[in-house]
Structures are given as C-alpha cells and as structure tokens.
Nanobody, 125 residues
Framework: QVQLVESGGGLVQAGGSLRLSCAAS????????VAWFRQAPGGEREFVAA????????LYADSAKGRFTISRDRAKSTLYLQMNTLKPEDTALYYC??????????????????WGQGTQVTVSS
C-alpha cells in the first residue's frame, strides 16, 4: 500500500509559479509510474503529466506542455510538479497518483492504484 500526500498548492496571480509536492509513504514508489491529475469545479478529472519509473522524460497534456515540469526525487520518495506561467484556467484541485498503466492508458485515471487527497491551486486574473 502506498500513501500519497500532496502539498504546495495556494493562491497565485496569473503568470506566477507554484511547485507541488507529493510525498509517498513507501520506498517502492520508485517502481511506479507517477502522475498528476487535476479537477476544476464542475469539471471532470483530467490528466496533466506522468513520469515512467525508468524514464526521466515526462509526458504532458497539451495544456501543460512548455509550462509544467514533472520530476521525481527517488531518495525522498517525492514527486514534484513545477508550474510556471500559470493561467486562471489552471485553477483546480491537483492530485498525484501512482500505478502501472500501459502506454495507451497513461492519461486515464482509472489506470492508477493510489491517489493523494489533493491540493488546491487557484490562479487569479
């Protein structure tokens, strides 16, 4: 069982930056594909970024490309999402997740076993 705890959310002005963190309870965190998803009020959960256990290159939703960077510190069992040039439409509850999805389902939330409780990001215009 892996427990995930997000932090780092908050209120920021458009154009600003935030770094989200996701601390994992178990050492085997490094064996999983890890990802960030988000859900805006009234909206559906959507994929933001993912990182394979054996690949340091992140995979991103189009909305995140060029602005967000996903990374992992294996020694600390912590996942990060660096978010730059934030926009009001980035406002959402952000979740980290861990699982073993195949490539074609990497962007699907149902492919992930473990989820954090979420951290709120609010971007003001």
């Amino acid at each position: 069982q892996v427990q995930l705890v997000e932090s780092g959310g908050g209120l920021v002005q458009a154009g600003g930056s935030l770094r989200l963190s996701c601390a994992a309870s178990a050492g085997t965190f490094s064996d999983y594909t890890v990802a960030w998803f988000r859900q805006a009020p009234g909206g559906e959960r959507e994929f933001v970024a993912a990182l394979r256990p054996t690949n340091s290159n992140g995979l991103y939703a189009d909305s995140a490309k060029g602005r967000f960077t996903i990374s992992r510190d294996r020694a600390k069992s912590t996942l990060y999402l660096q978010m730059n040039t934030l926009k009001p439409e980035d406002t959402a509850l952000y979740y980290c997740a861990a699982g073993r999805p195949i490539t074609s389902t990497l962007h699907q939330g149902r492919s992930y076993y473990y989820w954090g409780q979420g951290t709120q990001v609010t971007v003001s215009s």
